[in-house]
Structure formats: C-alpha cells, structure tokens
Nanobody, 127 residues
Framework: QVQLVESGGGLVQAGGSLRLSCAASGRTFSSYAMGWFRQAPGKAREFVSAITWSAGSTYYADSVKGRFTISRDNAKNTVYLQMSSLKPEDTAVYYC????????????????????WGQGTQVTVSS
C-alpha cells in the first residue's frame, strides 16, 4: 500500500504562486511515475503534470506548461508542484497520484492508470 498526503493549497490572487507537496509513505515504487491531477467543480479530473522517480523525466499539460514545475526529492519520498502565474481557471482540487508500473507518455495523462491517490488539496485563485 502507498499513502499519499498533499499539502500547500490555499487562496491566492491571480498572478501569484503556490507550492504543493505530496509525501508518499508505505511501499514506494522507485521506477514509476507520480502525477498531479486537478478537478474543478462540475468537470472531469484532468492531468496536470507527471514525473518519473528514477529518470526525472517531466510532463505537463499544455494549459500549465511554462507556469508549473514538477520536481521530486527521492530521499524524502516527496513530489512538489511549483505553480506560478496562477490564473482563476487553475482553481480546483489538486490530487497527487502514484503509478505502480511503467507508463507510456500517453498513459501518464490518464487518471485510471494510477491506483493510489491522495485526499486532495484545494487551490483557489481569485481574480
């Protein structure tokens, strides 16, 4: 089992920044990806970003590319999402997720490919 705990959400004005953290405990999969997804009210959960643990390869949704940066600290089993130049449309509950097998780039963007999820952290961007 893997436990994931997100933190760092909050209320910020448009143009501001936040850093989300996701601490993993339990069995960790050193070769597999961690992802960030978000879900706004009335909308489907969508891919935001992903990072592989070992190679450090990173992937981003077009909507956040250039504004968000994903990183990881393997020693702390923690993944971060640095969010800058935030927009009101970034408002959502943000979830981190852990994969348990190697995924292709396309599969990294699909929520159902991740069996473990955190409880989510709310990010609200005011205009």
């Amino acid at each position: 089992q893997v436990q994931l705990v997100e933190s760092g959400g909050g209320l910020v004005q448009a143009g501001g920044s936040l850093r989300l953290s996701c601490a993993a405990s339990g069995r960790t999969f050193s070769s597999y990806a961690m992802g960030w997804f978000r879900q706004a009210p009335g909308k489907a959960r969508e891919f935001v970003s992903a990072i592989t643990w070992s190679a450090g390869s990173t992937y981003y949704a077009d909507s956040v590319k250039g504004r968000f940066t994903i990183s990881r600290d393997n020693a702390k089993n923690t993944v971060y999402l640095q969010m800058s130049s935030l927009k009101p449309e970034d408002t959502a509950v943000y979830y981190c997720a852990c994969a348990t097998r190697t995924l292709s780039v396309l599969r990294l963007t699909r929520p159902y490919e991740y069996p473990y999820w955190g409880q989510g952290t709310q990010v609200t961007v005011s205009s």
